[in-house]
């Protein structure tokens, strides 16, 4: 019954995105000239759906549901209503969004994390930088680019568990995305840094309770967070303190210049 289908992946999961509607079949369409930088395979370790456009009769959707029921694998649907194609970047933030939510919900039950950030990789080392839409996330990732320092998201971005113990960063989609490099890189999570604008550079250390706040508030800040339950939420709000038990914050004064890099370089020499 669908009028068109991807399948795309999204780390270890992998995410089917069936569109229903003529209209929402224009918004997947767009993903095949986008964003081909996702994988088209078929080895991922578990499965979500992504359902585009309700035109349809309860009894109709609910079969095309049914068709989900495979139990050796973790099973999510997120359903959003038929989109209406003003631009291609808008309905593709709406598609967007969706595949966050399900991928959200997929790692927060393993104690993973979705936040609005920036990060960046030195020497294979993870770094996050948070703050409020604003704050100069994207501006840092321009700069961080600039320097030939490989950026991993300039908006959203996933903080993973590793099977070590430690946590490791991992790029979320974001459209468009001409400032990723290195997509597959996953360094280790070393510093955390909330972004202030300043006449100069400089770090002021954060304390665990002041560094757990901003990693939750983080991940607060992106839309999917409100989708999901309050189970869940419990579990990233731990998930966000035992990331700062583990991991070093800073507020990070800086101006509009890569040179903010030399603070980080000393601070983290290994």
């Known amino acids: ?17 069936e569109a229903l509607t003529p209209t929402s079949e224009e918004v997947v369409s767009h993903l095949d000239e986008s964003f081909q930088h996702f994988q088209l395979q078929d080895d991922y370790a578990a499965l979500a759906r992504v359902v585009l456009g309700l035109e349809l009769e309860q009894s109709a959707l609910f079969d095309i549901l049914s068709r989900m029921n495979d139990h050796t694998r973790y099973v999510t ?16 933030h709406k598609l967007l969004s969706c ?13 993973g994390i979705l936040l609005h950030a920036a990060a960046a990789s030195l020497r294979h080392q993870g770094f996050l930088f948070l703050g409020k839409s604003g704050a100069g996330k ?18 959203r971005v996933f903080v993973l568990p590793s099977k070590d113990g430690e946590y490791v960063l991992s790029k979320a ?5 001409q400032l990723i490099s290195h997509p ?8 955390v ?9 400089h770090l002021e250390r954060m304390t665990q309770t002041q560094t757990a706040k901003m990693v939750f508030q983080a991940f607060q800040e992106h ?36 040179d903010f890099w030399k603070l980080i370089d000393a601070e983290f020499p290994n």
């Open 77 to 92: 649907t997120w359903v959003h209503a038929s989109m209406r194609v003003t631009s291609a970047p808008v309905a593709l």
């Open 193 to 201: 840094f909330v972004l202030a604008q300043n006449a100069s550079d």
């Open 223 to 258: 839309p999917a967070g409100s989708a999901l339950s309050p189970k869940l939420l419990r579990g990233i709000f731990q998930t966000a303190c035992q990331i700062a038990r583990q991991v070093p914050g800073y507020i990070l004064h800086l101006r509009n210049a890569p």
């Open 184 to 191: 597959d890189l996953t360094p280790p999570l070393r510093g």
């Open 138 to 155: 994207s501006t840092t990732a321009k700069n961080t680019a600039a320097v030939g320092i490989p950026v991993l998201g300039e908006d």
């Open 1 to 17: 019954m669908s009028i068109s289908t991807r399948t795309i992946q999204y780390g270890e999961l992998g995410i089917v995105i």
């Open 173 to 177: 989609q974001t459209y468009p995305a």
């Open 99 to 111: 595949v966050d939510a399900a991928a959200a919900e997929y790692y927060a039950l393993r104690g």
